[in-house]
């Protein structure tokens, strides 16, 4: 007997040609490591201003930084390719990339 798909379980990425599905997996990809990857250079950015703020030496602010860099990274990533619908996370990788961006320039300023 054959199993009929069930529609709660279908993401909508459809696997037929001309359905788009290549589209979003490029998309997901794209979102994965690029995304990922701004997202975790501007915390580590706005992370390292913020330690030397806080009194750590510089050197040890940026290595303290770039290690927890490393894991939001793969988090942010692992995110991206788990998710079942890629707009919340492209908006909260997107929105957190330039909150941070500015939070680390508006640190650095004062």
Do not use: H
């Amino acid at each position: 007997m054959r199993k009929r798909p069930n529609p709660a379980l279908d993401d909508g990425a459809g696997t037929a040609p001309g359905t788009g599905g290549r589209l979003r997996a490029a998309a997901r990809v794209a979102l994965g490591v690029i995304g990922a990857y701004l997202f975790a250079w501007s915390a580590a950015g706005a992370g390292a201003v913020l330690l030397v703020q806080l009194g750590m030496v510089r050197s040890e602010a940026v290595v303290t930084a770039a290690m927890l860099a490393i894991l939001i990274y793969l988090a942010a990533a692992l995110w991206a390719f788990v998710a079942r619908r890629l707009w919340p996370v492209a908006a909260c990788l997107v929105g957190g990339w330039l909150g941070w961006l500015c939070l680390g320039t508006v640190w650095l300023g004062s």
